[in-house]
Every structure is written in structure tokens, then in C-alpha cells.
């Protein structure tokens, strides 16, 4: 035991930096084999335990004389360093011991089942010195943390060092490290950004705030990275979350005059993408972001939907109806513009700040809802969409633009159409709307209209937009059709009725319904007819025409006394202007029995020939209203500026007519869907089925649920339903 002790003694000698010579190779030997020899004696004299014994004696009194009383006469980080270096000789001390009493580990230990060696040589560190020391080094590690945070420099090698003496004295387990380093750490941290967060809500703005907060976050990650173990890096950087963002969220996203609404406001897009890469990394951070997203883009598409209300009931500016354009630039296509360039901005923001985040995005969509379904003026956002894309879609429109422009104009406002719950209402008046630009030639390229059809079938589904591509391929057909009419008058001389004709044949299904007169025609117009009727018999011998005389136009040359001019007129007005070169004076009554119009027709038709803006005829009495007493001649004192002009017939308000016809085909498509839903399922709940078929015609039009209840009931008197004897709220498929 004495070669033993003199070799411990040594070592300590070396460590220490005393005068000592190294090890040499038969010292070495020597210890070896003494060991050796004491481990293999036979019992009763096997000395394995004693020198187990006498190995942890030798580290402990080391412990007790040399580390101890090192650590406690040194504070904050001048202990750090004392314990790393006393640590670090700890550790050289115990392998070369180890190495010592190395036949110890091969039978003995593995024999009871002991700690080995080096285990319990950091066993005996972690019960002398880590557990009387380990208050003063986590004390002294915080408070450097702590310096740290508020900008000083500090040793962090040091910290690292530190950090892994509480990792290793765990033998495996980072139990010591959490219980003892980490969860002080957390709190004192969760103190220390309690007090900062505090102090910054009430001094900084928003855009201030969130820089800080980023930064200090960067600077915890930091932190974590050179000398924090790295399972501390999610607990330390939530902690911080928590504190500068969690509990001061409401507070700093409401902040006045900086927070997230004037942030959108000001357009501050640097400042959004910060905020978004902050709250989203808190639980419930984005709901609130969504939440005050919708109420600010809601709160701005309503304040531009009550402006173009106030605007269409000023009656300041009633005296500018007869202005299409300027109507248009006061109502609703500003309405919709300002809309669109809503939408451009906030859907830039979500795509790019927010990176077009699912949420974000159902929240843009939530606010453009419930605006993009109001009505202003008595004229519902379907009816004022299909008037917008109309107007870019003609020749005229009021929107000056490119065909890129208007290509992008379309698309924007077909995105606006997925947030309109009458999808359906919107075809048909785009339905209507086309076939007066079609029969009209008043549309600027057939590109941009099978455009638009395409984008309509995306969000509406082909039952919409197949008639209308019938509608543009029978225009082209048309024209086909005219041609070969000219070909034919070319070549049958005979058969020209004396004037120019231009007819287009449309198919029925695919057109909006038309009124049909029986307008007695002039004799010029009767030849006009005729001659086509024998055309169109000669080429197709199952066909019917049906002549719609409300949508025609004509051109006439009319010989005033001071010169002639070419009026382009509808066929009523044409067919009443045609009297007049057999008679110089005509009344109502007789223009009405020689025409057979209708009351409604004639005071249309008489009130723009005579008291509208081109007085073509004189009417006596002269007042501003037609009646079935006056008396009208042609006005051969009129003139104009103009060579050729249009006189205009008041328009005829068929939104009345396109709601009714809409409302009906609603109730034949809640029929369809319901039959289809419980042909599918022979038996569904009430509730149910009332939901079912609100979700699968939502993509189409909002349904009403009373309308359902009563198509419903309808079924079941039409015997396709039928209710369950035993639970009259539970229905059943008669097939």
C-alpha cells in the first residue's frame, strides 16, 4: 500500500505544478503489477475491495484538502474559473488513477456489480464538491448571463466549460444540469423579459417593440449555441416568446398609432413581415393577426361601399343620369375599381409579409364577404360586377386600357366573384350583358370574352358559362351565315328587296329570352324579310325563324330642309319614322293601329322621337310626356351638327326579370341537388340533408333556408320523398 500512496501522492505533486518528476515506464509497471498481484491473492487475502476502497479515498482527500478549499475562497467568476481548472484536473487525476487500479474494473467491479473507476471518481466530485458548491456556481453563471443581456462581454469558453461539468457529473443524465442550471435560468429569464417587456410597451411603438424583440431572441439562439446545452434552446427561446410577445399580445397589436391596423394603414410592409415572423411562432399568435386583419380590410371595404351609396343618392349629381360615363365614373365602376386595388393591396400583403399564410388568407377572404355581398343603390354586387366587366369588355367602355390590362382587369375581378354568394346571378346578367354586345358589336375582342368565360367555368362550373360560348359561336356562325346571304342575293338578283340586310341567327337555348310583338312591319321592311325567309328555306328545310324586332337596328336617310342626315334607330323607332313618308301628320291611335304596338312600346318609342334629345318628330301638345291624345308630324325643321347620329330608346330595366328568372332556376337546381343527395343516401335527417345541400350549392349561390324547407315539402307532395312513419323528421328516397 505504501508504493500506492506514494504514487497518489505524486500525482497530486504534478497536478498541483509542484517539482515532481513524471512518471516513468517501470514506475508505471510497478503500481500495475502491485495491484495485480494484491487483486489475485487468494481468499482470504484478495485486497480487491480494500484498494476499491483505497481509489476513492485517495480522490476524496484530494477533493477535501485541494479543490474545496480553493473554490470557497473565490466568488462569481473567479470561481467559475477556479472550478474548470480544478474540474479539468479532477478529470486527469481520475484516468490516470483508473488506469492505476485498471485490473480493479476487469473482475471486481463487473464481479459486485460496482461503479467503475472513472464513475465513481466523478461520483465523488458531484457528492463533495458540485453538491456544496453547485448554489454559488449557478448563481455566478446567471449573473454573467445576466451582464451578458445588458451588453457587457463576458467569457463565455468560460460558460461553456461550467455548462459541461454539470452535463457530465450526470453520468449520462442532464438531470443535474435541468434541475440545477436550467430551470434557474428559465425563470430568471422569464423575470428579466417580464421587466423589459413592461418597460417597452409603455416606451416604444410597435415597429420599435418587435425590433427589439427579434433582436433578443437572435441573441438567446445565440446564446444557446456557444455555451448552452442544446436541449435548453426551445425552452429558453418559448420562455422569452412568452414574455416580449404572449403576454403583451393584444396590447401591442392594438398599440395606438403603431399597431397592426396602422401598420397596414401606412403600408409598412418590412414591419408586417416581422410582425407575422414573431406571432406566428406563439401559440394563437396568428388568430389574433387574422382577427384585427379582418375587422381593418372589413372595416375599409364597407366605408368604400357607403361611399358609392352616398354618391348614387346625392342629389346633387341627379342631374347627370342621362351621363352613362360620368354615372359610371361617380357609381358603381369606381365602386368596383376601388375594390380591386383593395384587394391588390391587402392580397399583397398576405402573400408577401404574411407569406400567404392559410389563415391570413381565409381571413382576407372573411372580411371581402361580407362587403362584396352588399348592394348599393337597390343593385346587388352581382348585378354591379357583370356591369363592370361589361364596360371593360366593350368597344366604348369607359375604361381605357391595353389587352394586358384588361386581361388582369378580368382575372381581379373574377377573384372578387369568388367571394359573391349569387354566382348565379352574376351569369345571368354577364348573360345578358353579352348578348347586347354580341348583337350589338359592341364587343372589342373575342379573346377577352372567351377569356372571361374560361375564368367564369373555374368558378362557377360549365352549366354558366355553356351557354354563353354558344352565344359567341353562334355570332361567328352568323357572320358565316351573312356572308353566304350575300352570296346568294349576288346571285339571284331578283331576290334583292331593294335594302341592305343584316341578319343574325341565333340559337334559342343558348340566348337570354327575348319579348316577341307582333309589329306590323313597312312594306320596305316586309320585302327585307321575305327575301331572307326564302334564303334560309333554301339552305335548312327544318328550321323555324322567329324574328325578334325589339333588338333590331336600322339606318335611315332622313331629308330635312336643311340637309339629310343618317339616324341609326332601333326597328320600332324605324317602323314609326316609315309612316310618316305616307302621311305629314299622325296620331297616337293611328300610329298604334297600323304598327299594333302596346301602350308600354309606343310611349318608349314616341317619347324618344319627340321629347327626348333629337326631336325628329313634333308633337302636339308639346309636353314632355306622350299621351294617347297628341298628334305627331315629322319635324323637317330639325338639324344637327352631325352627319349621321342615334337617337336612343329609354332603357328597358330587366334586372326585375333577370332576378325572377334566376329565383326560379334556383328552385330547380335545390330540387336537383336534394334528389341527388337522398337518391345517394335513401334516408337522411332533416338537419342534415338542409346542410348538405346549403354546402353543395354554396359554390353556386347562397341558398335560403326557408326555400329549402319548401322545396323539400314539395318533393314529398311530387312523391320523389317521403317521411319515416316512425320519425317525421327523417326522410326517405321513393325510387
Known sequence: MAVLKQSVTKLTNILEGLPEMPFNTMEYMLLCTTIYDFCTMKTPNDLSEQLYAEYKKSLMDYLHSTVLPSLRSKNDEYMLKELVRRWLNYKVMVRWLSRFFHYLDRYFVKKKALLPLKEAGITCFRDLVYEEMKGKIKDAVISLIYQEREGSQIDRPLLNNVVEIFIQIGLGSKEYYEVDLEAPLLQDTATYYSRKASKWILEDSCPEYMLKAEERLKQEKDRVDHYLDHTTKQKLIENVEHQLLSVNEIQLLEKENSGLIALLRDGKVDDLERLYRLFSRIPEGLTHVSQLFTQHVKAEGTALVSQAENAATDQSVQFLSENHELMNLLGFQV????????????????????????????????????????????????EMLASFCDNVLRKAGSEKLSDDEIDRTLEKSMKLLSYINDKDLFAEFSRKKLARRLLFDRYANEDHERLILTYLKQQCGGQFSSKMEGMVTDLTLAKENQSCFEDYLYANPHAHPGTELSVSVLTTGFWPSYKSSDLTLPDEMVKCIEAYKKFYESSTKNRKLSWIYSLGTCNINAKFDAKSIELNVATYQAAVLLLFNSADRLSYAEIKAQLNLTDEDMVRVLHSLSCARYKILKKAPMTDTVSPNDIFEFNSKFTDKMRRIKVPLPPVDENKKVIEDVNKDRRYAIDAYIVRIMKSRKALGHQQLVLECIQQLSRIFKPDVKLIKQRIEDLITREFLERDEEDPNIYKYIA
Open 335 to 382: 365602386l368596383i375599381r376601388r375594390i380591386i386595388e383593395l384587394y391588390d393591396k391587402y392580397m399583397g400583403y398576405v402573400q408577401e409579409s404574411f407569406q400567404n399564410h392559410t389563415l391570413l388568407n381565409k381571413a382576407l377572404k372573411e372580411a371581402f364577404e361580407v362587403f362584396c355581398n352588399k348592394s348599393v343603390a337597390g343593385s346587388s354586387s352581382a
